[in-house]
């Protein structure tokens, strides 16, 4: 996960690992990737949500 994470955003991998230990947000790699990992799953939660409130007023908008 780590690689990828470093592939995709072109940094080399101790790069981003040594900016956010040095600014305390997090102890190692592997906390650094569960953050990423329930952010996203935080954010998918809220998008279904949304979603699941806009076709209600789609429904409600079409059947008035």
Known sequence: HNCQYAARH??????????KE???EYVSN????RTLI??????RIESAAEIGLIRAKLIQAEQS
């Not at 072109?10 to 900016?19: F, G, N, Q, S």
């Not at 592997?30 to 990737?33: A, N, R, T």
């Not at 329930?38 to 954010?43: A, S, V």
């Open 38 to 43: 329930r952010r996203d799953k935080e954010q």
């Open 22 to 24: 040095a600014d305390g």
């Open 10 to 19: 072109k940094l080399p991998k101790a790069t981003w690992r040594h900016v």
């Open 30 to 33: 592997s906390e650094y990737v």
